[in-house]
């Protein structure tokens, strides 16, 4: 069964699951939602593991797909969330099939 979905910011439809984009702004935000933190508070702690400022509305702009976050950022936004990446990524811990996203499984 081929699932579509609405990619509102490639103004068409895409076709299987959900691309890693759209499912990293919905964990970010369930996870942080989970952890209790303020947006301002979780863009704090990124700043504190990558060493260096950065925008305090950075998560906003995560989980409202304004700006895809560099792969540093988002290592640090898991660690920040003690998730894996994969959590924020697959949505299941890392646990999805490799067909759902093209590629065979090793063998």
């Given at each position: ?31 942080r939602l989970q952890a209790g933190f303020e947006r301002e ?67």
């Amino acid at each position: 069964m081929t699932l579509l979905f609405w990619a509102p910011n490639r103004k068409e439809y895409w076709h299987g699951p959900p691309p890693p984009s759209d499912v990293f702004a919905k964990r970010i935000r369930a996870e942080r939602l989970q952890a209790g933190f303020e947006r301002e508070a979780l863009s704090l702690r990124i700043a504190v593991l990558l060493g260096g400022p950065i925008d305090p509305t950075l998560v906003r702009r995560f989980e409202e797909q304004t700006r895809a976050p560099r792969l540093d950022e988002a290592v640090a936004a898991a660690t920040a969330l003690d998730v894996s990446l994969l959590t924020l990524i697959n949505g299941d811990g890392g646990r999805a099939a490799p067909e759902a996203y093209g590629s065979e499984p090793a063998s």
